[in-house]
């Protein structure tokens, strides 16, 4: 930090110094400024050892490639445990579902057979009823025995029996209409079970996924390893620090009266000690909206020179090829006017 801060208070007082010598010579304006890059720093998500870390200061990362890998041992238990209680469910849902299929077969068959059962005992009871009954009026007129009477009385309290447990087992077997319904609601609650299994899974995974720390989505190039191996990272600690080599700008600091003419997305070109007398195209892609006194203590009018605004200048050719640190030129690029 305090490295960038004598930088920029250099660049400003360059820009102070050009402006003054512009105003002085009539030379085209300039802003003087150095190449950086936008640094990235790759953070852990979360908390475990340090298992690996694959690239160190300077190596090129392709991009969503893994940097660096945590110990996931505790999630991996716990991903197997819910797998194992998934296939467990898995199990007991098949039972269930043949358990309601061959209830839903079996129960209307049994009913309409318990029905007729009934009939055929209602049937033997009305006939031994009146059996008995012609028996007793036989008694009385002396045409028959007391034996055949308490034959046909015998015949008739069994029938009697027979067909209250008819009556009985009827109403138990339409009663089973319940047990279907408790089995598909079992049924309906082991499936449900599922999907909560199901979505615990899926979140395990991607808490999982987080144990291996991956790169930008762009290539790029580390400036900076913060861990080793063995160490304990936490949630927010850096891994690594990158930049992408294919984005680079050139920080300047405009002075208030030229600031008018310094807006985000005007074409500038750009001029670099790495590559003398040639210009190169770019582009203003970030201008500060409050302005910063470089010294801190303004006095007088003229010392309001030292008033600037912060800007970026994004660079659009030979990115690649270009180191932070360099120093180069800021140049306004006259636009024609229409009509």
């Given at each position: 930090?305090?490295?960038?801060?004598?930088v920029g208070i250099a660049a400003a007082?360059?820009?102070?110094?050009?402006?003054?010598?512009?105003?002085?010579?009539?030379?085209?304006?300039?802003?003087?400024?150095?190449?950086?890059?936008?640094?990235?720093?790759?953070?852990?998500?979360?908390?475990?050892?340090?298992?690996?870390?694959?690239?160190?200061?300077?190596?090129?990362?392709?991009?969503?490639?893994?940097?660096?890998?945590?110990?996931?041992?505790?999630?991996?238990?716990?991903?197997?445990?819910?797998?194992?209680?998934?296939?467990?469910?898995?199990?007991?849902?098949?039972?269930?579902?043949?358990?309601?299929?061959?209830?839903?077969?079996?129960?209307?068959?049994?009913?309409?057979?318990?029905?007729?059962?009934?009939?055929?005992?209602?049937?033997?009871?009305?006939?031994?009823?009146?059996?008995?009954?012609?028996?007793?009026?036989?008694?009385?007129?002396?045409?028959?025995?007391?034996?055949?009477?308490?034959?046909?009385?015998?015949?008739?309290?069994?029938?009697?029996?027979?067909?209250?447990?008819?009556?009985?087992?009827?109403?138990?077997?339409?009663?089973?209409?319940?047990?279907?319904?408790?089995?598909?609601?079992?049924?309906?609650?082991?499936?449900?079970?599922?999907?909560?299994?199901?979505?615990?899974?899926?979140?395990?995974?991607?808490?999982?996924?987080?144990?291996?720390?991956?790169?930008?989505?762009?290539?790029?190039?580390?400036?900076?390893?913060?861990?080793?191996?063995?160490?304990?990272?936490?949630?927010?600690?850096?891994?690594?620090?990158?930049?992408?080599?294919?984005?680079?700008?050139?920080?300047?600091?405009?002075?208030?009266?030229?600031?008018?003419?310094?807006?985000?997305?005007?074409?500038?070109?750009?001029?670099?000690?790495?590559?003398?007398?040639?210009?190169?195209?770019?582009?203003?892609?970030?201008?500060?909206?409050?302005?910063?006194?470089?010294?801190?203590?303004?006095?007088?009018?003229?010392?309001?020179?030292?008033?600037?605004?912060?800007?970026?200048?994004?660079?659009?050719?030979?990115?690649?090829?270009?180191?932070?640190?360099?120093?180069?030129?800021?140049?306004?690029?006259?636009?024609?006017?229409?009509?």
């Open positions: 930090m305090q490295k960038r801060l004598i007082l360059l820009v102070i110094a050009g402006v003054w010598y512009v105003r002085r010579s009539g030379a085209p304006a300039y802003f003087t400024g150095f190449v950086e890059g936008e640094e990235r720093t790759v953070r852990s998500e979360v908390t475990g050892r340090v298992l690996e870390v694959r690239f160190c200061d300077g190596d090129a990362v392709p991009a969503n490639e893994i940097v660096a890998r945590l110990d996931a041992q505790d999630i991996e238990s716990r991903l197997a445990s819910k797998r194992r209680e998934l296939d467990v469910l898995d199990a007991d849902i098949r039972t269930q579902e043949e358990r309601v299929r061959l209830t839903e077969r079996t129960w209307p068959r049994d009913v309409l057979a318990r029905r007729a059962e009934l009939e055929q005992a209602e049937s033997a009871a009305d006939l031994a009823e009146r059996t008995f009954a012609r028996e007793k009026e036989l008694v009385a007129t002396g045409a028959s025995t007391a034996q055949l009477l308490d034959d046909a009385r015998a015949r008739r309290d069994q029938a009697r029996s027979t067909l209250a447990r008819a009556r009985e087992v009827l109403a138990r077997t339409e009663a089973e209409e319940g047990n279907v319904t408790v089995a598909r609601q079992t049924l309906e609650g082991l499936r449900e079970k599922r999907q909560l299994a199901l979505a615990q899974i899926a979140e395990l995974e991607v808490t999982r996924a987080k144990y291996d720390i991956r790169a930008p989505a762009v290539p790029t190039v580390v400036q900076t390893q913060h861990v080793w191996p063995g160490e304990l990272a936490q949630p927010g600690a850096a891994i690594v620090s990158v930049i992408d080599p294919a984005d680079k700008y050139v920080q300047v600091y405009v002075p208030v009266d030229q600031v008018e003419r310094f807006r985000v997305g005007r074409r500038v070109e750009l001029e670099l000690d790495s590559l003398p007398g040639r210009r190169i195209p770019g582009e203003v892609s970030f201008v500060a909206d409050q302005a910063n006194f470089t010294p801190e203590k303004i006095e007088t009018r003229s010392d309001r020179l030292g008033q600037v605004y912060r800007a970026k200048v994004r660079i659009l050719e030979g990115v690649e090829r270009l180191q932070p640190g360099t120093e180069g030129n800021v140049y306004l690029v006259d636009t024609p006017r229409s009509g």
